[in-house]
């Protein structure tokens, strides 16, 4: 695997590689995104993982320092997991001084995480154009876990024209339910215990839907059910898949963000 940390590098090394498929990351790699590279393989005969704690997608109030960090670790996932690039630029290198161009996707990035995190979207759709620019990939991964990031992306990419694909891959869970992610390693012992009723409630309030009962009774129901539960629930709501909006009948996307102790936990479901 090429360890490549400059656009320099990086373009002499996309030289010697075919049609790339592209893997973004932020580190703290887990099965989530291991399961990513695997679906990558398939999909094109280069495959390659960018590593970058996006500065421009935390909010002044979230905690950039805190985003856990494990470089030596993830180079050997990938390295095991027969990634052919890790392309890992600095900040300076990702954001040279006087930058002034930053990308704002309208539609999907409007309410929910868009209104728990302002500025967040925007962050992210400017550093994965970026990124698409930069590695010149055929094809992206994300996972379905952050549902609402990937409808923001794939807009992105329909609306200026990006000459890739975007393919969504399905979450990875515990054996429990719980959707893994990097900052499930900041629960306690007893939050981890109850995380997973947040995956359990987004059944819940699916099968409700498939049976009749109206959602906004179901969803108000399962809201009241996790906050004696102990969760600070932000938002639990049925939408349309694609746009975000909310919606009262099937099909659609059950989307969710809750907080356990200091936190936050995202999850979704498909509605049918
Ligand atoms: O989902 C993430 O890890 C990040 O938001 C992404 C897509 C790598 C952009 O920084």
């Not at 930058?99 to 309410?111: M, R």
């Not at 515990?174 to 959707?179: I, K, M, Q, S, T």
Request: with cysteine; charged share 20%; proline share 6%.
């Amino acid at each position: 695997m090429r360890i490549v940390r400059d656009l320099p590098a990086l373009r002499a090394e996309l030289a010697k590689l075919g049609p790339l498929a592209l893997v973004p990351t932020m580190g703290a790699l887990h099965e989530g995104h291991l399961s990513l590279l695997g679906i990558a393989r398939r999909q094109a005969p280069a495959v390659a993982a960018s590593i970058f704690v996006n500065p421009l997608q935390f909010g002044p109030q979230e905690d950039l320092s805190r985003y856990p960090r494990d470089e030596a670790g993830d180079l050997a996932k990938l390295e095991a997991a027969g990634c052919d690039l890790a392309w890992l630029p600095s900040v300076e290198v990702m954001y040279p001084p006087e930058g002034a161009t930053a990308i704002e996707v309208g539609g999907p990035s409007e309410g929910w995480e868009g209104d728990a995190r302002p500025g967040h979207f925007r962050g992210v759709a400017t550093v994965c154009a970026k990124l698409f620019h930069q590695t010149g990939a055929a094809v992206a991964l994300f996972g379905e876990k952050d549902w609402q990031q990937l409808q923001v992306i794939r807009r992105m990419v329909r609306d200026l024209d990006m000459p890739l694909r975007i393919q969504g891959c399905p979450t990875v869970r515990e054996a429990d339910g719980l959707a893994l992610s990097s900052r499930n390693r900041f629960l306690s012992a007893a939050d981890r215990a109850q995380a997973p009723a947040l995956h359990a409630a987004l059944r819940h309030v699916a099968a409700e839907l498939a049976a009749g009962v109206p959602a906004g009774a179901a969803i108000a129901t399962a809201k009241a059910g996790l906050a004696q539960e102990g969760f600070a629930v932000d938002y639990l709501a049925l939408v349309e898949a694609e746009t975000l909006r909310e919606v009262s009948t099937l099909p659609g996307r059950l989307i969710a963000a809750a907080r356990l102790g200091s936190v936050r936990l995202l999850d979704n479901i498909a509605a049918a």
